[in-house]
């Protein structure tokens, strides 16, 4: 219930057309306490009529009670009818006008009680109102207007044709005279249409009449368009087929040709109907090839063995109900020679300053043909050789990187071939020059300038040039490491500039380094202190208290008088045997040291040759005492080195310190007064 309340309420709402119904039929709603309402269609005789020119009215009586109003809603026309009334009216009747066919007014079979606030039919069910009209003629349909390309066959259809008294209905059909019709007096007939140059318009009509011999005629426009012709388009695979250059002068004027005895499938599956009619297929040629089939769309043949050098024209024409397309021809050029074979060796990428090898010597021809070689290059570039198969140039000089294009060209006589080379020129990036850091040291040393840090960004290969900026003489300057001597110098230090240059062949780079030479400290000589030995005895030397500021090595140099002979004059600790002389006696010995650059002051060491050595005095370790105490010295200690005994010792001491006993013994006691 819900579903009907809400569709009534939509065609409610929908905009009214109004028929031209008769002037007097007009209701005063005013005078009426009541309404009914009827959501109905109208037939007339049996058909539903859909004209919104049809009118219904209800009548009490004469008096006119309600006119309708149509509205089509989803293709069917719907009557809505409010009809007033009062309590106590009876019947009410209805008529119909028809506003489409007859302009006439009908009498409707339905005969209703008057019930106020009733409500008849709705959306899905409307009420139906039947009117009779046995004068109405028939309804001729001659169809929707057809369109057919010429030459085509067409239907035409007055089976929709209608009667509303539903009658028996005879047909006739008539034409324009350039349509020729299979029969005129049936309701679907069959045609072709006729050839024109052009689109054209014809029509046809159609009368229906009934059993009163009432009649109505409808005419159907017949639309007929030009026929176009297909078209052909020929292609052969040659996918197998050789690429060879017809002119060195044009490395673009590039052909495909095959052998003789190749066999070769054409292909006709491109061509079409503008109107996409199915067409068929026409092979032919003017050399008598026989093709596998010669209305297939891929047909295949066989290139003749004795056709060494020529064309082989191949046409293909289509054609489709009607028309025949214009041919297409495809030429396939046949040869039984061979373009030399390229083989080309060059680098890829290079950098500026490069020298480019370009080796074509591999380059061949398989029928022996001599060949001839052509190159074709930039302006930018000069080749060394022009007309041999290698040749060579170097980069020119590039802001930015570049790619030069290089064809080199082989012909043998009738065909040639062509390999484009791509090279790649890098600009080069100078080198980076890395003369490492600055370093100090020593006057006299050897000191080492090295390039390890120094690149390439291109990785090419370096060379060096060391360079004094201070004029001092270098070793091995063209090297990654050079050398030189630092200098004496007269000041605590003094620097020393270096530069250095590295070249890539083609780009160079500077860096300087600083060398700070300071001064040497020279070695200091310890020849030791007086020295006694016995006549005729073994004794030894020792100089190895001498020292090196710089903690260099020292090398030892002993003078010695010629009637000491020692066992090596050069080293810390000589030994030498001592004179077997008359009487003791004493001669000075001096030692120097050097470093690796400079000597030391001398020093001397007196040597005392003696029949008796002289005792050994030891006092004693050294004390730490607390004033006024007593203190004991150990003089026993002492010894001769002769093993003699010792006889007598003498004590010295300061004015602060009182000896509680002879200093003559060995031990003594004193003690120590207060500061």
Not at 195 to 220: G, P
Not at 227 to 252: E, V, Y
Not at 448 to 463: G, Q, T, W
Request: glycine share 4%; aromatic share 10%.
């Amino acid at each position: 219930m819900m579903k009907r309340s809400i569709l009534l309420s939509v065609l409610l709402c929908s905009t009214l057309a109004f028929a031209q119904a008769p002037s007097t039929w007009k209701v005063n709603s005013s005078e009426y306490e009541h309404f009914m309402t009827f959501t109905s269609i109208l037939k007339i005789n049996i058909k539903e009529v859909t004209s919104t020119k049809n009118v219904i009215a209800a009548f009490h009586g004469t008096s006119i009670r309600g006119v309708s109003e149509a509205q089509i809603i989803d293709g069917r026309t719907f009557h809505f009818i409010q009809v007033y009334g009062n309590t106590g009216d009876g019947e009410i009747t209805f008529k119909a006008y028809d506003g489409e066919v007859m302009d006439t007014v009908l009498i409707v079979t339905d005969t209703l009680g008057f019930i106020p606030s009733a409500s008849f039919g709705d959306a899905l069910n409307p009420h139906e109102f039947v009117a009779i009209n046995d004068n109405m003629p028939p309804v001729a349909i001659a169809g929707e207007d057809i369109y057919v390309r010429e030459g085509r066959s067409a239907v035409i259809n007055g089976n929709k044709s209608w009667s509303s008294t539903n009658d028996v209905l005879s047909f006739n059909w008539s034409a324009d005279p350039l349509i020729t019709l299979d029969s005129s007096n049936v309701p679907l007939i069959t045609f072709t249409a006729p050839l024109f140059d052009k689109d054209t318009v014809l029509t046809a009509v159609l009368t229906v009449t009934n059993s009163k011999l009432k009649s109505s005629s409808d005419t159907v426009l017949i639309f007929i368009a030009n026929n176009l012709a297909p078209i052909s388009i020929a292609k052969a695979d040659l996918s197998l087929s050789t690429t060879a250059i017809l002119s060195m002068t044009d490395p673009n004027a590039k052909i495909n040709y095959v052998f003789p005895s190749a066999s070769i499938t054409l292909d006709g599956s491109d061509s079409y109907d503008p109107e996409e009619d199915n067409i068929e297929y026409l092979w032919s040629n003017p050399n008598d090839i026989a093709f596998s089939s010669a209305t297939d769309q891929n047909p295949t043949f066989t290139i003749p063995s004795s056709l060494i050098n020529g064309t082989v024209k191949i046409s293909l024409a289509v054609n489709d109900y009607e028309l025949t397309s214009f041919s297409d021809t495809i030429p396939i050029i046949v040869s039984n020679n061979t373009a030399p074979q390229i083989n080309m060796i060059f680098p890829s990428q290079v950098l500026e300053g490069d020298t480019v090898y370009l080796d074509g010597s591999k380059t061949t021809d398989i029928e022996g043909d001599a060949i001839e070689y052509f190159w074709f290059f930039p302006k930018q570039i000069s080749l060394s050789d022009t007309v041999s198969n290698t040749s060579s140039f170097i980069t020119p000089n590039i802001e930015a990187d570049t790619t030069y294009q290089i064809r080199f060209g082989a012909w043998d006589g009738k065909f040639g071939a062509f390999d484009t080379l791509i090279i790649f020129v890098k600009n080069n990036t100078p080198p980076i020059a890395n003369a490492n850091t600055d370093f100090t040291l020593r006057e006299g040393k050897r000191a080492e300038l090295d390039a390890y840090f120094s690149y390439d960004p291109d990785s090419r290969p370096l060379h060096y040039t060391w360079t004094s900026l201070s004029s001092l003489p270098l070793d091995n300057g063209v090297n990654e490491i050079s050398y030189f001597i630092a200098p004496k110098i007269s000041v605590a230090q003094s620097d020393y500039k270096f530069q250095l240059k590295v070249n890539d062949g083609y780009k160079e780079d500077l860096d300087t380094t600083m060398v700070t030479v300071i001064n040497n400290m020279p070695p200091v000589a310890k020849a030791g202190s007086e020295y006694y030995v016995l006549l005729n005895s073994e004794g030894q030397l020792d100089g190895s208290k001498s020292y090196d500021l710089e903690k260099d090595t020292l090398s030892f140099n002993w003078s010695t008088p010629s009637s000491i002979v020692l066992s090596d004059s050069l080293i810390a600790k000589p030994t030498f045997t001592a004179p077997n002389w008359m009487v003791d006696t004493s001669v000075f010995i001096t030692l120097q040291v050097s470093d690796y650059f400079e000597n030391s002051a001398i020093d001397t060491l007196e040597l005392f040759i003696v029949s008796n050595l002289p005792p050994i005095a030891i006092a004693g370790p050294d004390q730490l005492v607390k004033p006024d105490s007593i203190v004991m010295l150990d003089g026993s200690a002492s010894y001769d080195p002769d093993g003699a005994y010792l006889e007598f010792f003498s004590w010295e001491n300061s004015s602060n310190i009182s000896l509680l006993g002879p200093n003559l013994d060995d031990s003594i006691s004193f003690t120590k007064n207060k500061l």
